[in-house]
Protein backbone atom coordinates (compact mmCIF):
# COMPACT_ATOMS: atom_id res chain seq x y z
CA UNK A 1 0.00 0.00 0.00
CA UNK A 2 2.14 2.67 -1.33
CA UNK A 3 0.57 5.85 0.14
CA UNK A 4 3.44 8.11 -0.54
CA UNK A 5 5.49 7.67 -4.15
CA UNK A 6 8.82 8.49 -5.43
CA UNK A 7 8.49 7.65 -9.03
CA UNK A 8 11.66 9.01 -10.10
CA UNK A 9 14.50 6.12 -8.32
CA UNK A 10 17.35 8.91 -9.48
CA UNK A 11 18.14 11.98 -10.46
CA UNK A 12 21.00 13.97 -12.25
CA UNK A 13 21.85 17.17 -12.13
CA UNK A 14 24.69 19.88 -12.42
CA UNK A 15 26.56 21.68 -9.72
CA UNK A 16 24.90 25.19 -9.60
CA UNK A 17 21.60 24.47 -11.44
CA UNK A 18 18.12 23.35 -9.45
CA UNK A 19 17.49 20.11 -8.42
CA UNK A 20 13.62 19.22 -8.17
CA UNK A 21 12.60 16.34 -6.61
CA UNK A 22 8.75 15.27 -6.63
CA UNK A 23 6.46 13.24 -4.32
CA UNK A 24 2.89 12.03 -4.41
CA UNK A 25 0.64 11.27 -2.00
CA UNK A 26 -2.78 9.59 -1.99
CA UNK A 27 -4.11 9.65 1.57
CA UNK A 28 -5.97 13.25 1.75
CA UNK A 29 -5.92 12.82 5.81
CA UNK A 30 -1.92 13.73 5.94
CA UNK A 31 -1.57 16.65 7.11
CA UNK A 32 2.48 17.00 7.86
CA UNK A 33 5.08 16.25 5.31
CA UNK A 34 8.93 16.23 5.46
CA UNK A 35 12.27 15.18 3.32
CA UNK A 36 14.81 13.45 4.70
CA UNK A 37 18.59 12.66 3.37
CA UNK A 38 19.84 9.93 3.63
CA UNK A 39 23.58 9.25 2.82
CA UNK A 40 25.67 5.57 2.31
CA UNK A 41 25.78 3.79 5.70
CA UNK A 42 23.77 6.67 7.59
CA UNK A 43 20.28 6.99 9.15
CA UNK A 44 18.25 9.50 7.16
CA UNK A 45 18.84 13.12 8.59
CA UNK A 46 15.60 15.70 8.72
CA UNK A 47 15.70 18.06 5.99
CA UNK A 48 12.47 20.08 5.93
CA UNK A 49 9.12 19.93 6.74
CA UNK A 50 5.20 21.69 5.25
CA UNK A 51 2.63 21.63 7.66
CA UNK A 52 -0.61 21.22 4.99
CA UNK A 53 -1.90 24.89 6.26
CA UNK A 54 0.82 25.86 4.01
CA UNK A 55 1.95 25.83 0.66
CA UNK A 56 5.68 27.16 0.45
CA UNK A 57 8.64 26.48 3.33
CA UNK A 58 12.03 27.37 2.29
CA UNK A 59 15.41 27.26 4.15
CA UNK A 60 18.19 28.66 2.48
CA UNK A 61 18.98 26.22 -0.26
CA UNK A 62 16.03 24.30 0.26
CA UNK A 63 12.13 24.77 -0.28
CA UNK A 64 9.63 22.33 -0.90
CA UNK A 65 6.48 23.32 -2.37
CA UNK A 66 3.02 21.48 -1.68
CA UNK A 67 0.10 21.31 -3.89
CA UNK A 68 -2.99 19.96 -1.73
CA UNK A 69 -5.73 19.42 -4.48
CA UNK A 70 -2.95 17.55 -7.18
CA UNK A 71 -1.77 16.13 -3.59
CA UNK A 72 1.90 16.49 -4.49
CA UNK A 73 5.04 18.02 -2.77
CA UNK A 74 8.40 18.78 -4.16
CA UNK A 75 11.76 19.87 -3.33
CA UNK A 76 13.79 22.38 -4.42
CA UNK A 77 17.41 22.66 -4.32
CA UNK A 78 19.40 25.73 -5.50
CA UNK A 79 22.14 25.85 -6.40
CA UNK A 80 22.72 21.96 -6.04
CA UNK A 81 26.18 21.52 -4.89
CA UNK A 82 28.05 18.08 -4.76
CA UNK A 83 27.36 17.49 -1.51
CA UNK A 84 24.01 16.65 -2.01
CA UNK A 85 24.23 13.92 -3.43
CA UNK A 86 22.34 11.27 -1.02
CA UNK A 87 19.05 9.74 -0.95
CA UNK A 88 16.34 11.56 -0.51
CA UNK A 89 12.74 10.65 1.10
CA UNK A 90 9.90 11.99 1.37
CA UNK A 91 7.51 11.17 4.02
CA UNK A 92 3.87 12.02 5.18
CA UNK A 93 1.99 11.68 8.56
CA UNK A 94 -1.91 12.03 9.55
CA UNK A 95 -1.17 13.11 12.73
CA UNK A 96 -0.29 10.24 14.40
CA UNK A 97 3.23 8.61 14.52
CA UNK A 98 2.78 6.45 11.58
CA UNK A 99 4.50 7.92 8.99
CA UNK A 100 4.38 6.98 5.80
CA UNK A 101 7.86 7.10 3.41
CA UNK A 102 8.17 7.09 -0.03
CA UNK A 103 11.12 4.37 -2.16
CA UNK A 104 13.55 7.53 -2.28
CA UNK A 105 15.22 9.11 -5.11
CA UNK A 106 18.87 9.33 -5.17
CA UNK A 107 20.29 12.62 -6.54
CA UNK A 108 23.63 12.95 -7.86
CA UNK A 109 25.25 16.40 -8.43
CA UNK A 110 28.11 16.57 -10.89
CA UNK A 111 31.08 19.31 -10.69
CA UNK B 1 25.96 14.56 22.18
CA UNK B 2 25.70 11.38 21.33
CA UNK B 3 22.97 10.17 18.80
CA UNK B 4 20.67 7.39 18.36
CA UNK B 5 23.41 4.35 18.12
CA UNK B 6 21.99 0.63 16.51
CA UNK B 7 23.73 -2.73 17.28
CA UNK B 8 24.75 -4.59 14.96
CA UNK B 9 25.65 -2.88 12.18
CA UNK B 10 25.40 -5.99 9.76
CA UNK B 11 23.83 -8.99 10.89
CA UNK B 12 23.90 -12.59 9.07
CA UNK B 13 21.96 -15.09 10.03
CA UNK B 14 20.43 -18.32 8.64
CA UNK B 15 16.75 -18.90 8.25
CA UNK B 16 14.80 -20.08 11.17
CA UNK B 17 17.21 -18.24 13.80
CA UNK B 18 16.06 -15.54 16.16
CA UNK B 19 17.91 -12.17 15.99
CA UNK B 20 17.58 -9.80 18.54
CA UNK B 21 18.32 -5.98 17.04
CA UNK B 22 19.18 -3.33 19.43
CA UNK B 23 18.98 0.39 19.74
CA UNK B 24 20.01 3.25 21.88
CA UNK B 25 18.28 6.45 21.79
CA UNK B 26 18.96 10.11 22.15
CA UNK B 27 18.72 10.48 25.90
CA UNK B 28 15.55 12.05 27.10
CA UNK B 29 13.78 11.43 23.67
CA UNK B 30 10.97 9.59 25.03
CA UNK B 31 9.17 8.38 21.46
CA UNK B 32 11.29 5.69 19.59
CA UNK B 33 10.27 3.93 16.44
CA UNK B 34 11.43 0.76 14.38
CA UNK B 35 11.25 0.82 10.73
CA UNK B 36 13.15 -1.32 8.06
CA UNK B 37 13.95 -0.51 4.40
CA UNK B 38 13.86 -3.63 2.02
CA UNK B 39 15.78 -3.33 -1.31
CA UNK B 40 14.50 -0.47 -3.37
CA UNK B 41 11.80 0.40 -1.02
CA UNK B 42 10.81 3.07 1.09
CA UNK B 43 11.00 3.26 5.07
CA UNK B 44 8.70 0.52 6.56
CA UNK B 45 6.78 1.51 9.63
CA UNK B 46 6.71 -1.57 12.09
CA UNK B 47 6.53 -0.27 15.53
CA UNK B 48 6.16 2.74 18.20
CA UNK B 49 6.77 3.14 21.79
CA UNK B 50 5.52 6.17 23.98
CA UNK B 51 8.09 5.65 27.36
CA UNK B 52 8.07 2.05 27.64
CA UNK B 53 4.69 1.35 25.57
CA UNK B 54 3.59 0.41 22.50
CA UNK B 55 0.17 2.05 21.26
CA UNK B 56 1.05 1.21 18.01
CA UNK B 57 2.16 -2.21 16.58
CA UNK B 58 0.48 -2.24 13.55
CA UNK B 59 3.50 -2.38 11.68
CA UNK B 60 4.89 -5.47 12.24
CA UNK B 61 4.47 -7.73 9.61
CA UNK B 62 3.58 -10.93 11.29
CA UNK B 63 3.46 -12.50 15.27
CA UNK B 64 7.66 -13.11 14.55
CA UNK B 65 8.30 -9.58 15.56
CA UNK B 66 8.14 -8.41 18.59
CA UNK B 67 9.67 -5.10 20.82
CA UNK B 68 10.28 -4.21 23.92
CA UNK B 69 12.10 -0.85 25.13
CA UNK B 70 12.91 -0.75 29.17
CA UNK B 71 13.34 2.08 31.23
CA UNK B 72 11.89 4.25 28.57
CA UNK B 73 15.56 4.36 26.65
CA UNK B 74 17.06 0.78 25.08
CA UNK B 75 14.68 -1.25 22.38
CA UNK B 76 15.45 -4.25 21.60
CA UNK B 77 13.66 -5.64 18.17
CA UNK B 78 13.42 -9.36 18.12
CA UNK B 79 12.58 -11.48 14.70
CA UNK B 80 11.91 -14.85 15.50
CA UNK B 81 12.11 -17.74 13.10
CA UNK B 82 13.82 -15.42 10.62
CA UNK B 83 12.85 -15.44 7.11
CA UNK B 84 14.64 -14.74 3.56
CA UNK B 85 12.17 -11.73 3.02
CA UNK B 86 13.14 -10.51 6.42
CA UNK B 87 16.17 -9.31 4.72
CA UNK B 88 16.37 -5.45 5.12
CA UNK B 89 17.93 -2.65 7.08
CA UNK B 90 16.23 -2.08 10.13
CA UNK B 91 16.28 1.57 11.65
CA UNK B 92 15.48 3.21 14.78
CA UNK B 93 14.47 6.76 15.10
CA UNK B 94 14.10 8.56 18.42
CA UNK B 95 12.18 11.83 18.92
CA UNK B 96 11.62 14.43 22.04
CA UNK B 97 8.35 13.54 22.60
CA UNK B 98 5.89 11.81 20.50
CA UNK B 99 3.72 14.14 17.79
CA UNK B 100 4.17 13.66 14.47
CA UNK B 101 5.59 17.07 14.13
CA UNK B 102 8.72 15.98 16.15
CA UNK B 103 11.71 15.98 14.13
CA UNK B 104 12.86 11.98 14.55
CA UNK B 105 16.27 11.51 14.55
CA UNK B 106 17.62 8.08 12.77
CA UNK B 107 20.65 5.25 13.69
CA UNK B 108 22.98 4.25 11.17
CA UNK B 109 20.76 0.99 10.40
CA UNK B 110 21.04 -2.69 11.19
CA UNK B 111 21.45 -4.54 8.00
CA UNK B 112 20.02 -7.59 8.46
CA UNK B 113 20.41 -10.92 5.83
CA UNK B 114 18.98 -14.05 6.28
CA UNK B 115 20.65 -17.02 4.41
Known sequence: DQQVKQNSPSLSVQEGRISILNCDYTNSMFDYFLWYKKYPAEGPTFLISISSIKDKNEDGRFTVFLNKSAKHLSLHIVPSQPGDSAVYFCAASAGNNDMRFGAGTRLTVKP | ?115
Open chain 2, 1 to 115: GAGVSQSPSNKVTEKGKDVELRCDPISGHTALYWYRQSLGQGLEFLIYFQGNSAPDKSGLPSDRFSAERTGGSVSTLTIQRTQQEDSAVYLCASSLGGTSTDTQYFGPGTRLTVL
